[in-house]
């Protein structure tokens, strides 16, 4: 049986600063709600030849109780499938529709409801608004809200309150949210359980929080506006923990990359999120993780790291010093610039070759050793030999290995084509001797020239007698 009569609504204080999208944002909230809680088809938003708006919804119909509630039960024990909470948040959609002069009609299977005003009951000189509740005009499943009177724009406008209808590409989905792609040049976006509560200018990711916590509830306040940070920060850093895709690690590498300008995004400020995220790029790609320093003082080995097909990513001292004490998401240990070496170290596979092996030019190269090292004072008790390849993967430049514990130096057959490239090859590893800094800094480059210096003065003294 259906409930005919008026109702007052008993609009104590009226939303001033909500606009029709306002209200159409909170009519299809309840529509999206109704279709999660009885799983029934997609709402509908469309446009009629009369120039009307419709929100259809296929669930299980509005009815007179609905205006009636402060909260509805069935959505607070829902928190997280449903995006309302409470029963006033209609009233305000109405009130709103009202004040700008959109008329409003809905039609259930149940009743048919219109909105006007009337003389409040003991209050015969006040005039409230009330709703008109009638039979309903036709069979109906779910609820059709009618607006005759609302702008196109309004329409869309309410839409992009919702990730359903927002032109967003989702990235990865986890136990705890979404992670959302954010157009150039746009904003970020925040949404609890499918509606946005907030914008992020300095966000890199927008974020649908789907496993909400008390504080975010209680932070929805009536408007849906001006939800702070604070509410749903820890939530946002649960999502990005629980991502494990190579997309969102990537991004987030790349922005952190970028701590040395002071141009990062606010999720790469929390500590937790840089590390996660080098956690996923070590297990997903072929990565060496180092500092500013670092990049510095070795240049060399990480160019050979980029040529062996690693990319070299960039991270702050403190997030260096946590990693070296924990695994990436595999249970891998991170690969960082020591840990490379010793890979690389490793990787040495030589083949050596016979000096009775060599061509004649090539002993001739080969002899001119023991003239240079005695030139630079290279140490006279080394093993010195030479091999077909240095690396079973060896298609980079490498000329020469020096083998500090074995005192052995290595060096590539080929450098033995021309007297020249083996000088230089020799008496690089004969500097990797006399200092503990790596090739490319400062005191290295200054014994190769001091090393450097002293054979060419000996001949130019040759050149002159």
């Excluded at 500092?291 to 990480?302: G, I, K, N, S, Y």
Aim: aromatic share 8%; glycine share 6%; net charge negative.
């Amino acid at each position: 049986m259906s409930t005919t009569g008026k109702f007052d609504l008993n609009m104590e204080e009226v939303l001033e600063a909500w606009r029709p999208t306002d209200g159409a944002r909170e009519i299809i909230a309840n529509a999206l709600d109704e279709q999660a809680l009885t799983d029934s088809a997609p709402p509908d938003i469309y446009e009629d030849d009369h120039g009307r708006w419709h929100i259809r919804d296929y669930g299980r119909g509005l009815r007179y109780e609905h205006l009636t509630q402060a909260e509805s039960e069935e959505k607070l024990a829902n928190p997280d499938t449903v995006i309302g909470k409470f029963g006033v948040g209609l009233k305000d959609a109405l009130a709103t529709f009202h004040r700008h002069g959109i008329d409003v009609r809905i039609e259930s299977a149940h009743n048919t409801f219109t909105i006007e005003e009337a003389p409040k009951h003991g209050f015969e000189e006040i005039s409230t608004l009330h709703v008109d509740i009638q039979p309903p005009d036709r069979d109906l499943k779910g609820t059709d809200v009618i607006l005759d009177g609302i702008e196109r724009d309004e329409i869309q406008g309410a839409k992009q309150n919702f990730i359903r209808y927002a032109d967003v590409q989702q990235l990865e989905s986890t136990r705890f949210g979404d992670v959302y792609h954010v157009p150039e040049g746009e904003s970020a976006g925040v949404y609890v359980t499918g509606l946005r509560v907030a914008e992020e200018e300095d966000f890199l990711f927008s974020y649908n929080i789907t496993n909400t916590t008390k504080k975010i509830r209680d932070a929805l306040n009536r408007e849906r506006s001006n939800v702070g940070r604070t509410a749903y920060s820890s939530r946002v850093k649960r999502i990005l923990q629980a991502c494990e895709s190579e997309t969102v690690a990537e991004r987030l590498v790349e922005d952190l990359q970028r701590f040395t300008e002071g141009s990062t995004h606010d999720e790469l400020g929390w500590k937790p999120v840089q590390l996660h995220a080098v956690k996923i790029l070590n297990a997903r790609r072929d990565v060496v993780v180092t500092t500013v320093d670092e990049q510095h003082a070795r240049r060399d080995l990480l160019e050979t790291a980029r040529e062996d097909g690693y990319d070299v990513v960039t991270v702050p001292d403190q997030v260096q010093a946590e990693l070296a004490t924990t695994d990436d998401i595999d249970g891998n240990e991170i690969r960082s610039v020591g840990v490379y070496q010793s890979e690389y170290e490793d990787s040495f596979e030589f083949e050596f070759v016979d000096e009775s092996e060599l061509s004649q030019s090539e002993r001739t190269v080969w002899e001119l050793r023991e003239h240079l090292i005695d030139l630079v004072d290279g140490p006279a008790d080394y093993d010195y030999r030479i091999a077909e390849q240095l690396r079973a993967t060896d298609d980079d430049q490498t000329r020469g290995v020096h083998q500090g514990e074995e005192q052995r130096i290595v060096l590539r057959r080929d450098v033995l084509d021309d007297p020249e490239k083996f000088a230089g090859a020799l008496l690089r590893m004969i500097v990797h001797t006399k200092t503990v800094f790596p090739p490319q800094t400062a005191e290295f480059e200054q014994i190769l020239t001091e090393l450097l210096g002293r054979t060419s003065a000996i001949a130019i003294g040759s050149i002159g007698k």
